[in-house]
């Protein structure tokens, strides 16, 4: 169930759409393994969208991982009150659909409804959030906000998992809360981090139905091929299938590379 599919579109990524006469005929496939990848090379627009995600995972990933942790760590510090109501409450967006959360802060973004944009009017700002240099962080800020609950759950699980005499033994050595979680939480849930940065990865990789969902009401400043899946997405509905296995068989490389990578940096602490 899961290979089937992949094999099918690097298959399916060895063939080019070709049109004969004066192309008033359909479109027939022909065996060129190499066309379609190096279209996809020379395509400005999906190569943008690979700079986009990129600047989008290297910027957005660290900064939800982070607020997940200090979440967690808040959640699970001993003297934490109402600890199952802040877990839950925190966990929320995480249920709300992807697409449902998109719609929601469409309207918070949209100029004539955004909330936000109304509460600054008395100073006389405004946010331009479909800006085409804002429009990339208003949707981080989506996808930030649905998706750090579920890794402070992920977080809090392990930090639940650190024997509790170790940190009796730090409080009795005189460590304090601050020095504890720097010096044994943080490094008892390395692993946890690393699984979570990599599911992150591979998220910010497939980015997909914020910006499609937001498209309509940006303005313009989300293209049809905004990030790799999108503008894969535009060559299925051309019609051309080939050319969008091409590009989501590179996408899925590169991830596969980065993943490796990570994994590989993230494990030298390991062996050392």
Same mark, same amino acid.
């Given at each position: 169930?899961? @290979?089937?599919?992949?094999?099918?579109?690097?298959?399916?990524?060895?063939?080019?759409?070709?049109?004969?006469?004066?192309?008033?005929?359909?479109?027939?496939?022909?065996?060129?393994?190499?066309?379609?990848?190096?279209?996809?090379?020379?395509?400005?627009?999906?190569?943008?969208?690979?700079?986009?995600?990129?600047?989008?995972?290297?910027?957005?990933?660290?900064?939800?991982?982070?607020?997940?942790?200090?979440?967690?760590?808040?959640?699970?510090?001993?003297?934490?009150?109402?600890?199952?109501?802040?877990?839950?409450?925190?966990?929320?967006?995480?249920?709300?659909?992807?697409?449902?959360?998109?719609?929601?802060?469409?309207?918070?973004?949209?100029?004539?409804?955004?909330?936000?944009?109304?509460?600054?009017?008395?100073?006389?700002?405004?946010?331009?959030?479909?800006?085409?240099? /804002?429009?990339?962080?208003?949707?981080?800020?989506?996808?930030?906000?649905?998706?750090?609950?579920?890794?402070?759950?992920?977080?809090?699980?392990?930090?639940?998992?650190?024997?509790?005499?170790?940190?009796?033994?730090?409080?009795?050595?005189?460590?304090?809360?601050?020095?504890?979680?720097?010096?044994?939480? @943080?490094?008892?849930?390395?692993?946890?981090?690393?699984?979570?940065?990599?599911?992150?990865?591979?998220?910010?990789?497939?980015?997909?139905?914020?910006?499609?969902?937001?498209?309509?009401?940006?303005?313009?400043?989300?293209?049809?091929?905004?990030?790799?899946?999108?503008?894969?997405?535009?060559?299925?509905?051309?019609?051309?299938?080939?050319?969008?296995?091409?590009?989501?068989?590179?996408?899925? /490389?590169?991830?596969?590379?980065?993943?490796?990578?990570?994994?590989?940096?993230?494990?030298?602490?390991?062996?050392?």
């Amino acid at each position: 169930m899961y @290979i089937a599919p992949i094999a099918y579109a690097a298959f399916s990524s060895l063939f080019t759409l070709r049109r004969s006469g004066l192309g008033l005929t359909a479109p027939v496939e022909v065996f060129a393994p190499l066309d379609n990848y190096a279209r996809a090379f020379q395509d400005a627009d999906f190569i943008a969208a690979l700079g986009r995600v990129t600047l989008f995972g290297v910027v957005q990933v660290p900064l939800m991982l982070g607020l997940a942790l200090v979440l967690a760590l808040l959640i699970d510090s001993k003297s934490a009150r109402g600890r199952g109501f802040f877990r839950t409450s925190s966990f929320v967006p995480y249920a709300i659909p992807g697409v449902s959360a998109a719609l929601v802060w469409s309207f918070m973004y949209s100029a004539q409804s955004s909330p936000v944009n109304r509460l600054l009017e008395p100073v006389g700002v405004t946010i331009p959030f479909f800006d085409e240099d /804002v429009v990339l962080w208003s949707v981080a800020n989506i996808v930030t906000w649905s998706w750090a609950g579920y890794n402070m759950i992920i977080i809090y699980a392990a930090l639940q998992a650190i024997p509790q005499e170790v940190l009796e033994a730090a409080r009795m050595d005189g460590a304090s809360a601050l020095r504890i979680a720097w010096n044994v939480k @943080i490094p008892a849930v390395r692993g946890a981090l690393v699984l979570t940065a990599v599911f992150s990865i591979i998220g910010s990789a497939q980015l997909f139905n914020e910006p499609t969902v937001l498209q309509p009401v940006s303005g313009g400043a989300i293209s049809s091929a905004f990030t790799p899946l999108m503008s894969a997405q535009s060559a299925v509905a051309a019609g051309n299938y080939p050319y969008a296995a091409a590009q989501s068989v590179l996408l899925a /490389v590169a991830v596969g590379a980065v993943s490796f990578v990570f994994f590989k940096l993230t494990s030298r602490g390991d062996h050392a």
